[in-house]
């Protein structure tokens, strides 16, 4: 099998690294000289076996809408798209429309396993018909670790199943990431313990909160230790925004996954202007001293 | 009537002035010598009329604790201490005992009405026997607004009830602070939303929200527009921890007032563990980037 | 001044009334007969004078789009809409851009009150340009609370930051209601507190957490005690889920509100999904027991 | 080695299993006759060479407690006693001091695995001096999984550091337990959403979010599809409630927990006070609708 890749990006690099080790050859396009074997998404179009099939794994939002726009100008009816990167699930209705208007498939495809799945292999939750699900099925086996297929990959359902299963994915680990934080915290705060990396380190096998983030939160340990390098400080990607506003669409409560998007929110503030206001409200009713803010630095 | 009062802070100076405006006459004790009335608790009981009243009016935990002790040494049967500070529930059973150990009575009354009380009055909920709240009752009347009884005053149960009350009414104290400056902080946020302040000030009169704190809130916007000066740093004085540990106590959920709570002691971490987790675990699997701890300033 | 009003159900009926009592001469559509002036949009077009001013109050979403359509036909250039309903702010975009398209001018106006606005007057949010402000502001005048402009109306800014400040508002009263019912919930859960009524009742004077809804609250549980003619099951109508996605989109904390809404969402499932999945968890590890499901009942 | 075990439950009766496995010889005492190796403690007590070790495994509190107060009756000079049950950490000072004053030494070991503890061995903390903790570690060596000390053991600190780190354990579980779980409940009200369970199993291996309750979960969905004969109806059972208290002691903001632990008091709700207040407060404001409440079922 012969596929192009579009994106060689942290993810995408290693995926066309591990889809040659299982004996796909993929030809890969990235606007990185250095990455790209095709100067031109034309000849990366020109180079793959019909029906095309072509992984994409470029940024959500406006980078993947303007790669499949490209894309659904090059190619041909029969060729095959597959979203891999972290769209939307309601972008991909709106992607697959525009192919189908050439008579171009398009799979839907969540892709978990971050910077480790080179090794480990990728876990994959697609969406779209089982017609086009079958024909993309070697990458599919290629991609994932080895052993039982329903362990590491899954037809979720139509077009955009894949990217909500992985939307939900993602809320998911950032209330387990939310959980074991703020676990580390009370660990460090309190002074009887005396060993929070050895704890951590200790429940990672036997125990019923061991997990592939736990060892990862070891190593960090190890890594950097007290964690003094690494600022209190974390982005979000719109995939735990995403949950909490499809949580609430669906009437589902959240608490614990909200829990933890509110939780990066406040991580990148300053000086929250909530906060400025419940001292002003306690230092109007009460006459409790406030802290004055701090003149910013020029 | 004449009492005694300790404590003359930011509350109990303020109480003393409203008793006696309203004919109660009141010898107070505070270590300040700028504000005591006399220069000893011994003189302030001597100097009082049988059966004594004694309205304690001081910091919670171990200063109260010690008053209690001391009064329990100096008062004589029949007497009645009134602890209006923000004690514990679980303290004025301890109190109580103490006291009744020398026939010495004892009443609990929350207290609320912040600096205003002065001149608005004080809300007042209390706990004790029916015989020893009817001795207090004029007490009770000076310090409340006019108007029905039943607005501002409560024999809310045995001793302890009225600070668990007064707990409770902090508690959802902090909830409205944390509803109001949530609304705050998205209204600032919203750059269609040209006049912050004037849509607080619309909302005193007639709508759903409105309120003291409202009002309050108001006042403060006028006095520092944007709270340039104030930062987002809010301390907590014991009652919004208790409020929740009574309400996990009792099985009730309270996930509004937690997270007020929460948000004070976030607001007060300059680099929270638990974040710098959360950013060390997204850049183990995921390697995105994360944002170097800031060395200390000197 | 006379003007056309659209909708005459709880709030529209009641605001007809106070319009008329402070002199505003109204002319009331509504598909009810019983309440309607008019038997038509088309006899209450040509009943106003020019430059009409239309007053729409039905509810958001499809029925407030389709009366702005029907009235974008029937009206002239110079007239003026004003949807005083709790459209969504992005809604209000498209209204006025429908209406500009036959010189159609278009005002956002969130209003708040209640039932009790009939009596007491509304609290009033307005967007649009200063200008159609000026048009309208003897309406304004007259639904307000008599006294100072500024306590009860404000010109928020451009089309959508009216209902933007209602939305945000709306929000705000989620927290506001929450916290309060969790105080509620955790004096009727603590045995040593004996009048729960009585203690809501005590705040209504002097307190920090003095407010309209507490004055509704002890009303409530007057009429009745327990409240034990009323289910814990509460509806939401779209705000409270608007205010925490907007915090979403603006990166804005907002623990208080989010756990208010999510507490409705909880109130209404008979045995969450969620709930579920934790009890068998427990099961699996630790063998714990889990309560049978319960036949549904036929 | 030969120790004694007290307490035959889920738990303990696992755990001399594998113990004997390991080649530990065992003599465990239990109340029921039909698990018990010797009919009362004074033959346990006797059974044993000195210095002798037992390890406590009884439910945490007044059963524990009374257990170590027979010990510290039974016990000589020189015997170690390990509370491997689910104590609170504040008791094991008590507990500590009291076996002290007989010249017994005392350790505490939080024990995480549950049923499965016996086929793949226990997660250990332990609290107590390195010299106890050495005398005990043939123990922990058979209960811990084979391979690396280090991944399944750790001296936590000294008495009282085990339970701690237990206790936290079991926190961060309510944590990870509450994000599936919101995430199952999300994608089975996602009707684009065709093979939940699919999805689940899918994430055993490769995702970010692969665990051993993940696993667990896919087994519970396998055995149950759709959860159907479960109800959502989650007790706990006090080391999430600790967790919360001790983050509320410390500062430490902990939403995502606490959220778990809130989630499992509603789901014991059949009409939450709380929310009949909410449906009240709508009530008279709004005029909205309220379901009346059910009348109980005899």
Avoid at 68 to 79: A, C, N, Q, R, T
Avoid at 150 to 165: K, L, P, R
Avoid at 245 to 254: G, H, K, L, Y
Avoid at 277 to 282: E, I, P
Wanted: charged residues 25%.
């Amino acid at each position: 099998m012969h596929i192009g890749l579009i994106g060689l990006g942290k993810m995408g690099f290693n995926m066309r690294g591990r889809l040659r080790e299982k004996g796909i050859e993929v030809t890969g396009f990235d606007r990185s000289p250095d990455r790209t074997d095709v100067p031109s998404l034309e000849e990366l179009v020109g180079a793959l076996p019909t029906p095309r099939i072509i992984w994409v794994m470029v940024p959500a939002g406006q980078i993947t809408d303007a790669v499949v726009k490209d894309l659904s100008e090059l190619l041909s009816p029969g060729d095959l798209v597959i979203d891999g990167g972290n769209s939307k699930f309601t972008d991909d209705q709106i992607h697959a429309t525009l192919l189908a208007q050439k008579g171009v498939r398009f799979l839907d495809c969540g892709v978990s396993g971050g910077v480790w799945g080179l090794e480990n292999g990728y876990g994959l939750m697609a969406g779209g018909t089982q017609e086009d699900i079958e024909l993309a099925m070697p990458i599919f086996d290629a991609l994932r670790p080895e052993g039982e297929r329903s362990e590491s990959f899954v037809h979720v359902g139509d077009v955009g199943a894949g990217h909500y299963a992985k939307m939900v994915h993602n809320g998911i680990e950032y209330g387990l990431m939310q959980s074991y934080a703020e676990g580390y915290e009370l660990l460090e705060a309190k002074d009887i313990v005396k060993d929070v990396h050895g704890t951590f380190a200790a429940w990672q096998k036997g125990t019923v909160v061991r997990s592939w983030l736990l060892d990862l939160l070891v190593k960090a340990l190890q890594e950097d230790p007290g964690l003094s390098k690494i600022a209190g400080y974390v982005e979000d990607s719109g995939e735990g925004r995403w949950t909490v506003e499809e949580a609430i669409a669906n009437s589902v409560p959240a608490p614990a996954i909200t829990a933890a998007l509110f939780a990066r929110f406040a991580s990148r503030q300053d000086d929250a202007p909530a906060m400025k206001m419940v001292a002003a409200l306690r230092n109007q009713f009460g006459g409790h001293a406030v802290k004055p803010a701090q003149p910013k630095a020029e």
